[in-house]
């Protein structure tokens, strides 16, 4: 199992770590991870409590795999609504999980992991993680989880970095509300176990019941016709034109010519 795309295991507290393990390419997602966090969350069990998610390696999450997009662009629409549909379920999944969730951020979160952190409940950075929603820069758009980004940043921000790809650093995704505390990179794990040992004090269906009240009032616990247009919207884009030179200047490594 240690070289699956996705880890997981639970301790005798019923806390489970979940683990992105693609550390070879910065945990980027591919269909295979994708699948990974779906089993991850079906094989969780009424004995888990807390689920934490962390990265394997120097980065937490690298966003999409660009190869893996350039494949699945090739293909026709409905295995691009697939695609595109099984990664809006998993962080809409992970997003609606009655257990409370800490992510647990090292080095870059680009994209689709800025995508996942906003889904957990709390998360907490190493002074060392950077941030980036950099989708428009290969021409492609962050539709399925800009819904749970709205929640976490609130959609003046969204605007901002979504529109600019720019990246930005641990205390500026603090002050926007991506990430709830700062923690030096080697004290990430210790700062981690201190939330869960807080969160096990409390009553498990209260917790649930005051996370499913929260997400009533949210942008993220999006109804199934909007998923389902995000969905077409964000295959859509991924076989246009736009697209197409994006993800050629990446594989070329030049800049894009629009």
């Not at 690298?62 to 099984?86: C, F, H, M, Y």
């Amino acid at each position: 199992m240690a070289n699956e795309p996705v880890l997981w295991n639970v301790d005798t507290r019923g806390v489970a770590t979940v683990t992105l393990n693609r550390p070879e390419v910065n945990n980027a997602y591919d269909a295979a991870l994708i699948q990974g966090l779906h089993d991850a969350m079906d094989a969780l069990g009424a004995q888990v409590r807390v689920v934490v998610l962390r990265g394997a390696g120097r980065h937490f999450q690298a966003g999409a795999d660009l190869k893996w997009i350039r494949a699945v662009a090739a293909q026709p629409r409905e295995a691009n609504e697939s695609a595109s549909r099984a990664t809006a379920l998993a962080v809409h999944r992970l997003n609606t999980l009655a257990v409370p969730t800490v992510a647990l951020v090292q080095g870059g979160c680009f994209g689709g992991g800025t995508g996942i952190v906003a889904a957990c409940d709390i998360v907490i950075a190493g002074d060392d993680a950077i941030f980036s929603i950099a989708e428009t820069r290969w021409g492609l758009t962050a539709a399925i989880i800009l819904p749970q980004l709205a929640d976490a940043i609130g959609a003046r921000q969204v605007r901002r970095y979504a529109l600019t790809g720019e990246r930005f650093g641990a205390e500026e995704a603090r002050r926007i509300g991506l990430v709830h505390e700062v923690v030096p990179a080697a004290g990430l794990a210790a700062a981690g176990e201190r939330v869960v040992g807080q969160l096990l004090q409390n009553a498990p269906q209260a917790n649930a019941q005051t996370k499913s009240a929260a997400l009533e009032f949210a942008w993220g616990r999006v109804e199934d016709a909007v998923l389902e247009r995000l969905v077409a919207q964000h295959a859509a884009k991924r076989g246009s034109r736009e697209a197409a030179e994006g993800l050629a200047s990446f594989a070329q490594k030049r800049p894009a010519r629009w």
